[in-house]
């Protein structure tokens, strides 16, 4: 009768490479299938105005307005997509606009929406339309948007210039 040994360390090798292909087919599907699927969840949103290169994209006014605040837009961009949006004003105390509504210290009406809550549903029109198309009027006030009584030229200022750098 024959012996036969096995080599473990050469079945450990195989083993390895064999992993080691397998993770490499894994990662090399799982991103386009991962943008995909994160198409497809988009269901009737319109395709962007532009070509937008993916990343955060920011701005702030260089100087204050009338009032004392200083607009603030950052801007996420995934899948060629805006998915994240967000508009502030800061005085030069650092005061932010959206948190003094939600504190109850920046008060346009007594029973209308807070400034935040505003500013959270122009952004998502944007988000929504992937477009300021129909935001505003020429006074830079919205009827699209039946929540809104601001003016929103602050933001539209802000969104084109993140626009405008992720077209780059």
Known sequence: MKNHTVNPNRNNVIGLVIMAVLA???????????????????????????????GTYTYEDSEADDSGYRNQVTMTVFDGYITGLTWDCIDQDGNS???????????MTEDGPLWSEQSDAAA???????????????????????????????????????LEQAAQ
């Open 24 to 54: 490499v087919l894994v990662i090399a599907l799982s991103a386009p299938a991962y943008k995909a699927l994160h198409r497809a969840g988009r269901g009737d949103m319109p395709e962007p105005a532009m070509a937008l290169t993916d």
């Open 124 to 162: 998502a029109y944007v988000m929504t339309n992937q477009s300021l198309d129909g935001l505003i009027d020429e006074n830079g006030y919205t009827d699209a948007v039946a929540s809104v009584s601001i003016n929103l030229y602050g933001f539209v200022n802000g969104v084109n210039a993140c």
């Open 97 to 107: 606009k959206r948190q003094l509504s939600l504190n109850g210290q920046y008060i």
